[in-house]
């Protein structure tokens, strides 16, 4: 399967990752790490997550209140925003892959 990154999700992940650093080099490490087993979960079953009000697939990061909206189209998985939990919740629902 492809997978390709919208252009603005490394600017969601930088911000959060600045805001975790700023806190400790612990508490960052943590975050990349969760990050990184939610894109390869994403990866390896993408159907297994649920559909977002959006109608996007959303995939909920376990300890940080973050979650990765993606689309499946064919044979290519498009990797569309980082967003919190309960802040703007219509935030990169409108990006597009």
Known sequence: ????????????????????????????????????????????????????????RRANLKRFPYHLLYEIEDDTLFLLVLRHDKRAPQYGTGRKN
Request: aromatic content about 8%; hydrophobic content about 40%; cysteine-free.
């Open 1 to 56: 399967m492809t997978v390709i990154r919208h252009p603005k999700l490394a600017d969601d992940i930088r911000k959060v990752a600045t805001h975790y650093e700023g806190i400790s080099a612990k508490l960052v490490t943590s975050f990349w790490n969760e990050l990184e087993s939610a894109i390869h979960s994403i990866e390896e079953n993408p159907r297994i997550h649920h559909f977002d009000s959006s109608g996007l």
